[in-house]
């Protein structure tokens, strides 16, 4: 066979295996969407839509793989299973042109500068892409999607609603997720501003306390137990764990045994007692008590929103 025939043939094949989708566009107020897509088929889909140059995009892979193509494939963006992406450029505009693989799920949420702008006046120097200096510049960010952000993002691509308020619904929920996005310091793993932490040392240390409550998740040590295993000053632990890790000892600790409950929840192969006893609580009610503390539902109203 002619090997130029044989490309054709390839390219044919591709073409038939990425079809044209549409996302489920909700508008939820003056220059402010959110964009959701679920592709359960076995196929990429490919979605298009325009944007103009003064709209910030925030994009969120709940399940898969998705890929930006910029310059008609010149540049290809991977967002992982889990990772989100910022863009946002005002010298140019940047359309949509994402390509979601099989069994993969996006939610985007697009909002106008001067909107958001409105919304966080008050915390320009906090978020880094709206001080004066940066202001007219583009701003590329990516990261991982938070526990509580999955959750939020869960809700708006599997939602059961009246139509008649789904506008309320997802109006609410896409200012939760933007006040979830930007509820991290930016500066918590910044060690060159901490003395403390200059001493490499230390931050081992650290590090290792962290592995040590996370492999010992359901039987943690105390605090000064841990402290003495690592060979530092229960003082110093407390100092250098929030300075690193941006948190307590035993809050960062729940934020992990919630996810790790999060997902042996949405797997299914445990029920809601096995999954409280795997991450430390000898009572499902506790169980209960502390999921629907980090995320506002229970335990078996999270697994029948999944399905």
């Not at 079809?19 to 508008?27: H, I, L, Q, V």
């Not at 910029?70 to 990772?83: D, S, T």
Request: aromatic share 12%.
């Amino acid at each position: 066979m002619n090997p130029n025939n044989s490309n054709l043939l390839q390219d044919k094949n591709n073409k038939k295996n990425v079809a044209k989708g549409y996302f489920e566009e909700t508008a939820v107020d003056d220059d402010f969407f959110v964009l959701a897509y679920k592709n359960d088929e076995e196929r990429v889909i490919n979605l298009e839509r325009s944007v103009q140059n003064n709209f910030i995009q925030f994009h969120f892979c709940l399940k898969g793989l998705s890929k930006f193509v910029f310059n008609e494939g010149a540049y290809i963006l991977n967002i992982l299973e889990e990772n989100s992406l910022l863009l946002y450029n005002p010298q140019k505009s940047l359309p949509i042109n994402l390509e979601i693989n099989p069994n993969s799920w996006v939610v985007s949420v697009l909002i106008s500068i001067k909107k958001f702008h409105s919304l966080f006046s008050l915390e320009a120097n906090y978020i880094s892409f709206l001080n004066e200096d940066n202001k007219e510049k583009k701003y590329y960010k990516d990261g991982e999607i938070s526990p509580s952000m999955a959750i939020v993002l869960n809700q708006l691509i599997n939602y059961n609603l009246n139509q008649s308020i789904k506008q309320l619904y997802f109006r609410g929920k896409a200012y939760e997720i933007l006040s979830l996005y930007f509820n991290r310091n930016e500066d918590t793993y910044n060690i060159e501003q901490c003395p403390f932490l200059v001493d490499e040392t230390n931050v081992t240390k650290i590090k290792k306390a962290k592995d040590i409550i996370i492999s010992r998740m359901a039987e943690p040590p105390s605090l000064q137990e841990l402290a003495d295993e690592i060979g530092l000053s229960l003082k110093k632990l407390k100092d250098g764990f929030k300075q690193i890790y941006g948190d307590s000892v035993f809050s960062f600790l729940f934020d992990y045994k919630m996810e790790v409950a999060r997902k042996l929840l949405e797997s299914g192969d445990n029920n809601v007692n096995e999954v409280g006893l795997r991450v430390g609580y000898s009572t499902s009610s506790h169980f209960i008590a502390a999921f629907k503390k980090k995320y506002g539902t229970t335990p078996k109203k999270y697994i029948m929103s999944l399905n």
